[in-house]
T-cell receptor, first 118, second 113 residues
Framework: AQTVTQSQPEMSVQEAETVTLSCTYD???????LFWYKQPPSRQMILVIR??????QNATENRFSVNFQKAAKSFSLKISDSQLGDAAMYFC???????????????FGKGTKLSVKP | ETGVTQTPRHLVMGMTNKKSLKCEQH?????MYWYKQSAKKPLELMFV???????ENNSVPSRFSPECPNSSHLFLHLHTLQPEDSALYLC????????????FGNGTRLTVT
C-alpha cells in the first residue's frame, strides 16, 4: 500500500525568506500524481501544486516549486519570498494513475504547520 | 465565496441524535466527495458520487449515510454516532472523477458528545 510521510510537524520562516517542506512516499507504481495542498485557518483545502511522475521537470507555480526526486521517492515544496498569507497547514498527497478508482482517492500525509514571522 | 458551500460550520450532537451535513457546489461540477479529517490523522476519503451515483464507499460505517439528489448537492446523514466520529468533514467537487482539480469547501466541525 502507498504511504505518504511528512516528517516536519511544524516549520517556521521569516517573511520574505525561503522555506522547504519535506515529503516522502512509498509506492511500487511507476506512474502516479503528487500534490501539495494548503489548508489555512479557513479550513478550505487549496491545491498549491501538482506533479505528474512521468514528467522529469519540476512543477512550479509562481513562488511555489517542487523538488521531485523519483528514485528517492521525495517530493519537497519550496516556498520563496514567504508571505504572511502562506501561514497554513500544508499537506502532501499521492494519487495512483489507476482508472479503476476515482481521483478523489488521494493518500495524504499528516501535514506540516507553517508559521510565517513578520 | 469558495464555490463549494458547507453548512453548518459547526455542529455538536449527542450520540442518539440524527443530524445532516449539507454541501452545495456552484461550479457546475459532476463529481462530489466527502472526506473526514480527524486530529492527528491523514485526510480520509469517505464517499464519491459521479453524476449523482455513488461510485465509491471507503468502508464507511452505516451510521454515516450519504445522499446526492443532484450533481450540485450532497448530504451526509448522521445517526447514533460515536465520540470518535468527532472530526472536520470536508466536501469537495470536481468536473470529473478522473483528472480535474478538486475544489473543497470550508468543512463542518462535528463534535459528538
Amino acid at each position: 500500500a502507498q504511504t505518504v510521510t511528512q516528517s516536519q510537524p511544524e516549520m517556521s520562516v521569516q517573511e520574505a525568506e525561503t522555506v522547504t517542506l519535506s515529503c516522502t512516499y512509498d509506492t511500487s507504481e511507476s506512474d502516479y500524481y503528487l500534490f501539495w495542498y494548503k489548508q489555512p485557518p479557513s479550513r478550505q483545502m487549496i491545491l498549491v501544486i501538482r506533479q505528474e511522475a512521468y514528467k522529469q521537470q519540476n512543477a512550479t507555480e509562481n513562488r511555489f516549486s517542487v523538488n521531485f526526486q523519483k528514485a528517492a521517492k521525495s517530493f519537497s515544496l519550496k516556498i520563496s519570498d514567504s508571505q504572511l498569507g502562506d501561514a497554513a497547514m500544508y499537506f502532501c498527497a499521492y494519487r495512483t494513475v489507476n482508472y479503476g478508482g476515482s481521483q478523489g482517492n488521494l493518500i495524504f500525509g499528516k501535514g506540516t504547520k507553517l508559521s510565517v514571522k513578520p | 465565496e469558495t464555490g463549494v458551500t458547507q453548512t453548518p460550520r459547526h455542529l455538536v450532537m449527542g450520540m442518539t441524535n440524527k443530524k445532516s451535513l449539507k454541501c452545495e457546489q456552484h461550479l457546475g461540477h459532476n463529481a462530489m466527495y466527502w472526506y473526514k479529517q480527524s486530529a492527528k490523522k491523514p485526510l480520509e476519503l469517505m464517499f464519491v458520487y459521479n453524476f449523482k451515483e455513488q461510485t465509491e464507499n471507503n468502508s464507511v460505517p452505516s451510521r454515516f449515510s450519504p445522499e446526492c439528489p443532484n450533481s450540485s448537492h450532497l448530504f451526509l446523514h448522521l445517526h447514533t454516532l460515536q465520540p470518535e466520529d468527532s472530526a472536520l468533514y470536508l466536501c469537495a467537487s470536481s468536473q470529473d472523477v478522473w483528472d480535474s482539480p478538486l475544489h473543497f469547501g470550508n468543512g463542518t466541525r462535528l463534535t459528538v458528545t
